[in-house]
C-alpha cells in the first residue's frame, strides 16, 4: 500500500529525494545510496558511474515510546543520535549493530542487517523491524509494517528490507522494536583452545545460563553474562572462570562490536597486505576449520572470522563442508564475489523482489548481487 511517513511528508529533503529517484527513471540512470558511508566495503563494489543519492537529509527522530519498546526514526538520522536517545531512557538495541566508524546511520545500520556479539542470545536487525517506509523504483512511498503486514505471497516486507543493501528501494523511515539495558552484567576469561572451548558453548547453549555473548581468540574464551543480578551471580558460580574488570570488559566487547580490537586491527593490516577476512557462517557445532590463518570464533561457535591469504574456492569449500558458508567481508580482490552464490530458489526470489520494487535497475546496482 502507498502511504507517507509518519509525520510531514513533503519536506524538503524527502521531495529532493523523490525527484532525483524520477529524474534516474526518466534518464535511464542508476543511483548509490549512501549515508554515513561507514560501509562501503561491505558486498559487492558499487557502481562507479551511477549518480550518489544522500539520505542524510532524513535525519530525525519521529517518535519514541519508551513504555512501548519502539522508536521510529528516518533513515538518515545518525545511529549515535538514536543510541543516546535510547540511552537516557535505559534501553538499546540488543542486537549492537557494529559502526566501524563515525558518522554510520540508522538506514545503513538496517540495509547492511549486519549485529554485533550478542546476536546468538538475542537475534538479528530483521528481528527487530517492525515496519518500514520505502521509496521504490517508480517514486512512489510504500509504507509497511506497524506491527506486521505482509503481501500475498507472505513476505513481511518490512524486515525484507534488512540486510538488502538497498537494492529495493532508499529507506526512509523505520520503526525499531528496543529492549532495557540488562540490569547486571558480567564478562568471565577462561584459557582454552578453539576445539575445547566449542565443547563447552554447545553444552552451556543447551542449559538455562543469562549468557549473551562469546568470543574465543589465540587461545582465551570470554563470555558476558547479563540480565537479573541473581541469574549472572548463579551462572558464574557455575561456570568459573576470571571475572574481567567491568571498565575493560566493556571496552573489549565494543571493540568487538566495533571491529576495532586487537584482532581486526590485525586483519586490517593483513587486507592491506593482500589477505582477505571472511566471515564464515556455520552451525554452532561444527568442529574447527582446519584453514590457515587467524581465527575468532563468536556467536557461540555460529560466527568464525578467518584472515588468511588462501583463495576464495578454498575458504568457500571449507565451508560448505562444514555446512555453512563463506563471505568475503574485506579484500581487494573480489573477483569471486563478496557472497556466496545463492541456490537458484534463492536467486529466484532475490530477482523478483528485485524486480517488484525497482524494475529499472535504479538503486545499488550489483551490490547484493553481480548484474542485478
Known amino acids: 500500500m502507498t502511504e507517507g511517513m509518519a509525520g510531514p511528508t513533503q519536506d524538503a529533503a524527502l521531495a529532493r529525494i523523490v525527484d532525483q529517484v524520477q529524474t534516474a527513471r526518466a534518464q535511464r540512470g542508476r543511483l548509490n545510496i549512501v549515508g554515513g558511508n561507514t560501509k562501503a566495503f561491505y558486498g559487492e563494489p558499487a557502481d562507479g558511474e ?192 576470571e571475572i574481567i574488570e567491568a571498565s575493560l570488559a566493556a571496552g573489549f566487547w565494543q571493540g568487538l562490536r566495533d571491529h576495532r580490537d586487537e584482532f581486526f586491527a590485525g586483519a586490517l593490516r593483513a587486507v592491506a597486505g593482500g589477505a582477505g577476512l571472511w566471515r564464515l557462517s556455520v552451525p554452532q557445532t561444527a568442529a574447527p576449520l582446519a584453514l590457515p590463518g587467524e581465527q575468532l570464533v563468536e556467536w557461540g561457535g555460529a560466527q568464525r572470522w578467518l584472515c588468511t591469504p588462501l583463495p576464495a574456492a578454498k575458504v568457500r569449500e571449507a565451508a560448505a563442508s562444514a555446512g555453512g558458508h563463506a563471505t568475503l567481508f574485506r579484500g581487494n580482490d573480489k573477483r569471486a564475489g563478496a557472497f556466496t552464490p545463492l541456490a537458484p530458489p534463492l536467486d529466484r526470489i532475490h530477482r523478483e523482489l528485485k524486480a517488484a520494487f525497482d524494475p529499472e535497475g535504479i538503486f545499488n546496482p550489483g551490490r547484493l548481487v553481480p548484474g542485478l
Open 50 to 241: 551511477a549518480a550518489v543519492l544522500d539520505t542524510r537529509g532524513l535525519a530525525g527522530i519521529s517518535s519514541y515510546e519508551p513504555s512501548e519498546l519502539v522508536i521510529t526514526a528516518r533513515a538518515g538520522t545518525p545511529l549515535a543520535e538514536l543510541e543516546a536517545a535510547l540511552a537516557e531512557k535505559g534501553q538499546c538495541l540488543p542486537f549492537e549493530p557494529p559502526r566501524f566508524s563515525d558518522g554510520g546511520t540508522v538506514g545503513g545500520m538496517v540495509c547492511a542487517g549486519l549485529a554485533g556479539p550478542a546476536r546468538a542470545a538475542v537475534g538479528g536487525v530483521r528481528d527487530y523491524v517492525l515496519g518500514a517506509a520505502l521509496l521504490n523504483g517508480r517514486a512512489e512511498l510504500l509504507h509497511f509494517g506497524g506491527t506486521v503486514m505482509k503481501n500475498v505471497a507472505g513476505y513481511d516486507l518490512s524486515r525484507a528490507v534488512a540486510g538488502s543493501l538497498g537494492v529495493l528501494g532508499v529507506l526512509c523511515e523505520v520503526s525499531l522494536k528496543v529492549l532495557p539495558v540488562p540490569p547486571a552484567t558480567l564478562t568471565l576469561r577462561m584459557e582454552m583452545d578453539q576445539a575445547s572451548a566449542l565443547k563447552r558453548l554447545n553444552e552451556w547453549g543447551g542449559q538455562p545460563l543469562p549468557l549473551n555473548a562469546s568470543a574465543w581468540w589465540d587461545g582465551m574464551l570470554v563470555l558476558r553474562l547479563s540480565g537479573a543480578a541473581a541469574a549472572v551471580r548463579a551462572a558464574h558460580d557455575k561456570l568459573g572462570g
